[in-house]
């Protein structure tokens, strides 16, 4: 399993039902990692996407207590064992959110995409901090780039081998 996310300076993911930064170029980025892939998200997360609808192009898993609710093109799943179970065939599954579905699977992840900003988006919702997790290492990360002001750059951490 690898997560993807975008992360503030205090590795603030969102605020409410909404995203800190709206970047093209993470877009992009998030898409290109993700297509013809399997995801996974909560609930909320879901409603947070466009139209409240899957993301196309990808096989898309919500962990949620009442799968009977979800639109036909997502797949619910009401714990992470039914996750593994139903998810087995896949041959890359990204966690995509949000705060609990992160800290629920990290366990589980081997890799992790983080977009980092360099701002504090007074968020109130977080991915684990990777940079503090003993467990993981920053592997790689790219040049800083900006947009309308905002600096970011791309990083991917590995976890530690035991």
């Known amino acids: 399993m690898e997560l993807i996310a975008a992360v503030d300076r205090r590795w603030a993911i969102g605020r409410g039902e909404r995203l800190l930064f709206s970047i093209p170029e993470d877009l992009h980025h998030f898409r290109a990692l993700t297509e013809g892939n399997a995801i996974v998200y909560g609930r909320r997360t879901l409603s947070t996407f466009p139209g409240g609808r899957p993301l196309p192009g990808r096989h898309n898993y919500v962990l949620t207590h009442a ?6 093109d997502a797949v619910g799943v009401r714990s992470v064992d039914a996750l ?3 998810s087995a065939g896949e041959s890359r599954l990204f966690v995509v959110g949000g705060e609990m579905v992160y800290r629920q699977l990290l366990p589980l992840c081997t890799s992790a995409w983080i ?7 007074a968020g109130d919702k977080f991915c684990p901090d990777l940079d503090a997790d003993q ?26 081998e035991l």
Do not use: I, M
């Open 67 to 72: 799968p009977e609710t979800l639109p036909t």
């Open 84 to 86: 593994l179970s139903a």
């Open 115 to 121: 977009t980092q900003v360099d701002a504090d988006g």
């Open 135 to 160: 467990a993981w290492t920053l592997a790689d990360c790219g040049a800083w780039q900006e947009h309308n002001g905002l600096r970011y750059r791309f990083c991917r951490y590995k976890r530690k």
